[in-house]
């Protein structure tokens, strides 16, 4: 068996918990992690909503992208998305380089509270940085014509 650094606990003896993607689709067994406000941020589900396919049939009803107007989490499928090169995620790293992440003067030095940081892919690569643009992130945008974006694991 393999480890995977990123959730690897070194001081204890317990496996690793698998990571988690903060940006992953509206399938049946992920959790519902936010709402995205009129203004692109998102507003954190406290606690994450399990969805089940009763609610991923209704969010996709008359061809909806939920992915445009929710944030879902599930497993990181690590090598399975086209996101992945060599051992990390790209958008995670992406995510933290934002201007936004960066530490100045008045930057809060802690992350904000969320319900998945534990097993983060994104927190595992970058932490507090990743967290301060995270609220930012949109799985997928609503202009684009294939109601994609890159992140998206299923490509
Ligand atoms: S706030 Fe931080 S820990 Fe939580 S999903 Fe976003 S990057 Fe991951």
New binding site residues.
């Given amino acids: 068996m393999t480890t995977d650094p990123a959730t690897a606990d070194p001081a204890t003896s317990n496996p690793p918990r698998p990571a988690t993607c903060?940006s992953s689709s509206c399938e049946p067994g992920h959790l519902l992690?936010g709402i995205v406000r009129p203004d692109g941020t998102t507003a954190g589900v406290w606690p994450p909503l399990p969805i089940d396919e009763a609610f991923v049939a209704s969010a996709r009803a008359a061809d909806r992208v939920p992915e445009a107007r929710l944030r879902f989490?599930g497993p990181c499928v690590t090598s399975q998305c086209h996101q992945w090169h060599g051992d990390r995620c790209r958008i995670?790293d992406l995510?933290a380089g934002q201007p936004q992440a960066a530490v100045g003067p008045g930057a809060a030095a802690a992350?904000?509270p969320?319900a998945?940081?534990a097993t983060?892919?994104?927190?595992s690569q970058n932490g507090v940085a990743?967290?301060r643009s995270?609220?930012k992130v949109v799985h997928t945008r609503a202009d684009q014509p294939d109601g994609r974006v890159a992140d998206d694991p299923r490509g």
């Fill in positions: 903060p992690i989490a995670g995510v992350p904000p969320c998945i940081r983060c892919r994104w927190w990743a967290c995270c609220p």
